[in-house]
């Protein structure tokens, strides 16, 4: 597997201390909310896991299911929802935790979907990747844990056609590897 990676963007070490500071940040902005963190699976697991201990409040876990992507590196531009009931989130202050901002379809198509369908005190969005790139949805991050290239990554949750995600850093893969 670490034969693939062309090279490593972001240490985990890196990661884990921006962590901290989104973690403080967060728990200053919800001190005397009711907080809802709604994790999109399954790339954002590696940093909810890592974020929420992070964040000494109570708050609620849920998580909804969502594929705009059907292998490869391009997003196909339509997104699905693959569970069958959305979070309760009526009167909760939700936190949207996603691994990348890249097109800005999926958060947007969240954003839309989460907020029209129920009845959240509030929604905010954190991300621990948010591309330089042109986004196709009017849409951006509350919280974001880092700004990178517009380059293919893998690792710490992100995949490439599902696998990598288990790499501990997030890393560019080989041209060759992605098919490019
Ligand atoms: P968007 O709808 O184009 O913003 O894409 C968001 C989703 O595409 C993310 O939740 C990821 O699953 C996936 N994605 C976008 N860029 C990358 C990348 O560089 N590596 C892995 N997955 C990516
Ligand atoms: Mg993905």
């Known amino acids: 597997m670490q034969q693939d990676i ?3 963007l972001i240490h985990q070490t890196t990661i884990l201390s921006r962590l901290d500071e989104i973690a403080a940040q967060v728990a200053l902005d919800y001190a ?3 907080l809802t963190v709604v994790m999109v699976l399954n790339g954002s697991l ?3 896991a890592d974020l929420l201990r992070r964040i000494p409040l109570p708050l609620k876990l849920d998580c909804i299911s969502v594929s705009s992507y059907h292998g490869g590196i391009k997003t196909s531009g339509h997104v699905t929802f693959d569970q069958l009931s959305m979070p309760d989130i009526n ?3 939700v936190l949207i935790v996603d691994d990348i901002l890249d097109s800005g379809l999926t ?3 969240i954003i839309d979907k989460l907020g029209t369908e129920m009845q959240p005190r509030s929604i905010r969005t954190c991300v621990l990747l948010r591309k330089k790139r042109e986004r196709l949805a009017p849409v951006d991050a509350d919280y974001v844990g880092f700004d990178i290239g517009d380059e293919f990554v893998v690792g710490y949750g992100l995949d490439f056609e599902e696998r990598y995600r288990n790499l501990p850093f997030i890393g560019v ?3 060759e590897v992605a098919g490019l």
């Open 107 to 109: 958060l947007a198509a």
């Open 6 to 8: 062309a090279k490593v």
């Open 46 to 48: 590696m940093m909810v």
């Open 32 to 34: 005397d909310k009711e």
């Open 173 to 175: 893969l080989r041209p």
């Open 91 to 93: 009167g909760r202050d």
